[in-house]
């Protein structure tokens, strides 16, 4: 690789990443060292295996394989990737990762992505469409969210701003977020404090405390509250206090790159 | 007594049309060289039971075995969408696929329902989501101690259980290591129960504590080297994902699926 002797030298790349990769920037920045979180494969654990490898060392990661403080030194192309077993404090069978360690609240974080997510952080990855037994897209389904919705101590949501995402209502509720508002997750009886955060490559969104409402609370460099609405099914409220979000970092971007491209 | 037989012939005693079949791996330890041998045997209206149901049931779905499935998150993992079960389910190719849908939670304690001889599982779970709305087996259950209102979820009883193992020796005591999944709990839920493995030994090498079905709680054991491939038997091979990506291009479209599952599957004999 040649060296542009006349490039400006600073501590940070300038506008020199993608949406893509400020977002994951983000949502790493979200996870704090020594807490367990509960990681699902895709942006998820990219960006918990940044954190882990930035300023998070000892993040515990938990897969629901039955992986128990996996310490990849690659990102696993898989819930079941070997790396996970081989770097892991523990593997554990199936039922005893959702019933001995997430149901009673032992993992801090829940990390989820979402297909379709609303104004409450409800969030669907069954079926596209109004018609369960019809729909116009079958998607996965469930696996482990809805209980790592409902019982981490907090959740982290990433996923793409756009408004085939981001709807007025979610055609089918796989995890439960504020449900239809304030007082919702106490009718449900669901034990941890729900989305705190929503991730996105526009900007951060975080639940309003009065209206438990996803309120735009940060927007990432070069992206706008326009932009961010245009991406919103629903009319987005913006914080009074609307702040931006610090850039990715030379260092936070040199270890993504790492990670990402040791992928196919 | 584990019985010792061949693929053909285990599978050919022990899954019958109509079975309730659960084929386990959590991404590991996945039986396709077993899911092959049924789709080669032309099983029908099977009820085919897994929390991630991935390549080997599409490729099962897509070939017409399955008229019902039971599980929790259907999906190509680290790809995409299974396109055979998305058309069957979407479109009714090539015949209509009944749905009942849980959580990994829910699907997990159904098995440890199963295999504790109890005819439900107790959860938090559910609660607030649509599943309940559209699967009956999802039903609230108050705790006769604290008047909880918690989760029910019935027992699964697979009529077979089929998984695959890195070793048996020859009274077919499986030992098993790595990512152990459900496997343990779907053999002990079920009926009866089929074990692949990569090798049988004349001695296992005594690890204490080592996850192990003892082989008079399973019914055959059969001798099948990269049995999972292009899952993965943890220090035997690793995972194929060169192959899971190309899936996703094989099984889009019906014709090029069904011509790829000619050649590689049923012509391939009973070693595919």
Not at chain 1, 34 to 62: D, E, K, M, W, Y
Not at chain 2, 59 to 86: D, E, K, T
Not at chain 2, 180 to 209: M, N, W, Y
Not at chain 2, 211 to 222: F, K, R
Request: proline letters at 7%.
């Amino acid at each position: 690789m040649s060296v542009d002797r006349d490039a400006p030298r600073s501590a940070a790349p300038s506008a020199d990443w993608t949406a893509d990769e400020m977002m994951t920037v983000a949502a790493a920045r979200q996870l704090h060292d020594g807490t367990a979180c509960f990681v699902g494969i895709g942006l998820p654990s990219t960006a918990a295996n940044l954190a882990r490898a930035t300023h998070a060392p000892n993040l515990v990661l938990i897969y629901e394989s039955g992986c128990l403080g996996a310490k990849p030194g690659r990102l696993p192309l898989s819930i079941g990737d070997g790396i996970l077993a081989d770097t892991a404090d523990a593997v554990v069978p199936v039922p005893e990762v959702f019933n001995y360690w997430l149901q009673p609240g032992r993992i801090r974080t829940g990390f989820l992505g979402a297909a379709q997510l609303d104004r409450y952080g409800n969030i669907n990855t069954t079926v596209i469409g109004s018609d369960y037994t019809a729909p116009a897209v079958r998607l996965p389904g469930a696996g482990g969210a809805p209980e790592i919705a409902a019982s981490c101590g907090e959740v982290v949501v990433v996923a793409r701003q756009n408004r085939r995402t981001f709807v007025d209502k979610v055609d089918f509720v796989t995890s439960v977020g504020y449900g239809d508002g304030p007082g919702a997750r106490e009718r449900f009886g669901l034990r941890g404090a729900g989305p705190r955060v929503v991730i996105t490559d526009l900007g951060v969104l975080q639940p309003d405390p009065r209206t438990s409402e996803l309120t735009l609370t940060h927007l990432h460099p070069a992206a706008s509250v326009e932009q961010a609405r245009a991406a919103t099914g629903w009319p987005l409220a913006v914080a009074a206090d609307l702040a931006s979000t610090d850039p990715p970092t030379a260092a936070e971007l040199t270890v993504l790159r790492a990670l990402t491209g040791e992928l196919p | 007594m584990a019985e010792l037989v061949s693929l053909a012939d285990g599978i050919a005693g022990l899954v019958g049309d109509g079975d309730v079949v659960s084929m386990e791996g959590f991404t590991h330890l996945i039986p396709f060289a077993a899911g092959h041998e049924i789709i080669r045997q032309r099983r029908r209206d099977l009820t085919l039971v897994r929390m991630t149901p991935d390549v080997i049931y599409d490729q099962m779905i897509g070939m017409g075995c399955a008229r019902a499935l039971v599980f929790s998150w259907g999906g190509n993992p680290g790809v995409g969408s299974l396109h055979r079960f998305r058309d069957a389910v979407e479109n009714g190719w090539p015949v209509p696929l009944d749905l009942e849908e849980h959580s990994h939670a829910g699907m997990a304690n159904r098995y440890v329902a199963g295999a504790s001889g109890l005819p439900f599982a107790v959860l938090r779970g559910y609660t607030g989501t649509d599943l309940p709305r559209h699967t009956p087996n999802i039903r609230p259950v108050t705790c006769p101690f604290t008047g909880e209102v918690l989760t029910a979820v019935p027992a699964l009883r697979p009529d077979v259980t089929v998984v695959h193992a890195q070793r048996a020796d020859r009274a077919g005591n499986v030992q098993f290591w790595g990512i152990s999944g459900v496997q343990k709990e779907a053999v002990l839920a079920a009926r009866r129960s089929l074990v692949t493995v990569e090798e049988i030994v004349d001695r296992l090498d005594p690890v204490p504590g080592q996850v192990v079905l003892p082989g008079w709680a399973v019914t055959a054991v059969a001798e099948v080297p990269g049995g999972a491939h292009p899952s993965y038997a943890h220090g035997y091979s690793d995972r194929d994902n060169d192959f899971y990506v190309a899936w996703d291009g094989i099984s889009r479209d019906r014709d090029t699926f069904t011509d790829w599952m000619e050649r590689h599957v049923l012509m391939a004999g009973d070693r595919a």
